[in-house]
């Protein structure tokens, strides 16, 4: 019997290749899998069903993961507000883990001998699909045809060629990569240090002038309502947010940033609503969160979103820091109200139940309700008694003693 072999297959060039050299050379017996991640219509999943099974694939299978995506990851980034380098809402880097997850999950259910993937030796996609099919599935081998053999795309198509696939594998000027967490695209210009992508190179294109307000709705840190209407998953708020935002230019730009290979790189991007619900929701939070769950918060999702990045999702850490996280949405409940505008958006201001900024309390710089100022002397003593007595040790000393 021939020994089973599943494919991560995206009908590319690189995968196409695969699903060939993995039959006609290895003998294996080729079970191809789609993970679609919200990057996908139901046409597109259609017709790379139809190549997988014309370059002879013994079976092909598409996992829908977008609710699940959601549920195990994004979730968690809109929780810990998380943007690498301040800029990214890792838009590619964590649908990859999903994607990965899912195709290991997907060889273990049919007892295969082999897993394989595109990937070349030049990003971050190896080194994730790698660790993850290792952790997951440590006793099933990875092969990777495209980085072992170090193959150009023009070895690739002649090879195709020889074996009668006749497919357009024309380079497209840009590359892109869609899921319902963002669309990346790289080109030319990502290549530089000082060019920004044409206009022409985003895959939507800015169709919206003036001005729009509009409403989200959180319910302990989650999503479930746009302008008054709820949705029954998230996913589907996410959806029509992006139809709604993504016209007016909205969350593009390009991050640079530090490759799990240790080169920099960078990548253009345009996620309108991720960028707008990850403000709104930061928003929400600085009004209902306390000062130091805030200052946790900042700390453990820069180390979440690092560590997700670097393909790092199934170390348990990442369990507990999601337990954190989740916990702190208790309170994270209300409305926020966001202006849309071309290229830009702002928050205008929110309103909740648990808003922390209430006048029963008293107004910031005005008046206050809970202490007299009698009490603020005294506090201010104490709050800086120890600094005081450092100067006045210290006060004697010269100025090289200090510095030594």
């Known amino acids: 019997m021939k020994k089973k072999v599943v ?233 029509a947010l992006q139809a709604i935002a993504q016209p007016y230019g909205i969350g593009r730009d390009v991050h640079v940033g530090d490759t799990i290979i240790g080169i920099k790189g960078r990548v253009g991007f345009e996620a309108a609503a991720p960028m707008v619900i990850i403000k709104a929701h930061h928003t929400l939070e600085k009004h209902t969160l306390t000062k130091w769950q805030l200052s946790w918060k900042d700390q453990l999702a820069m180390f979440y979103g690092n560590w997700l990045h670097e393909g790092q999702f199934h170390d348990p850490v990442m369990r507990n820091i999601e337990a954190f996280l989740r916990d702190t949405q208790k309170t994270v409940s209300g409305k926020v109200f966001v202006q849309l505008m071309p290229y830009r958006f702002q928050v205008i201001g929110i309103e909740s139940a648990h808003d922390l900024m209430s006048s029963k309390f008293g107004s910031y710089g005005e008046m206050n309700n809970a202490w007299t100022g009698d009490d603020v002397k005294g506090f201010s003593k104490i709050f800086g008694n120890q600094v005081m007595i450092y100067h006045k040790v210290n006060a004697s000393l010269s100025e090289n003693e200090v510095k030594s």
């Open 7 to 239: 494919l991560a297959f995206s009908g590319g060039l690189d995968t196409s290749y695969c699903a060939i050299y993995l039959t006609k050379d290895l003998g294996l017996e080729v079970h191809s899998v789609i993970v679609d991640t919200g990057g996908f219509s139901k046409e597109e999943l259609e017709n790379i069903e139809k190549r997988a099974y014309a370059l002879g694939v013994t079976s092909h299978h598409a996992v829908d993961a977008v609710k699940g995506y959601y549920d195990s990851s994004i979730r968690y980034l809109i929780y810990g507000n998380v943007l690498k380098n301040n800029t990214y809402p890792l838009s590619v880097s964590a649908e990859r883990v999903t994607q990965a997850t899912a195709i290991a999950e997907y060889a273990r259910e049919i007892s295969a001998d082999y897993v394989a993937h595109g990937s070349t030796g030049a990003g971050n996609d190896q080194v994730r699909f790698d660790m993850i099919f290792n952790i997951l599935i440590p006793n099933v081998g990875v092969i990777t045809p495209i980085r072992d053999l170090k193959l150009s795309r023009e070895a690739e198509i002649d090879y195709l060629k020889q074996h009668g696939v006749e497919y357009n594998f024309e380079k497209a000027k840009y590359s892109i990569n869609k899921g319902i967490w963002g669309t990346s695209v790289g080109g030319k210009e990502t290549l530089t240090s000082n060019e920004m992508l044409p206009e022409e190179a985003w895959p939507v294109q800015v169709t919206k002038d003036g001005t729009e307000r509009i409403e989200l709705e959180f319910a302990k840190g989650e999503l479930v309502a746009l302008n008054g209407q709820k949705y029954d998953h998230p996913t589907e708020v996410i959806k």
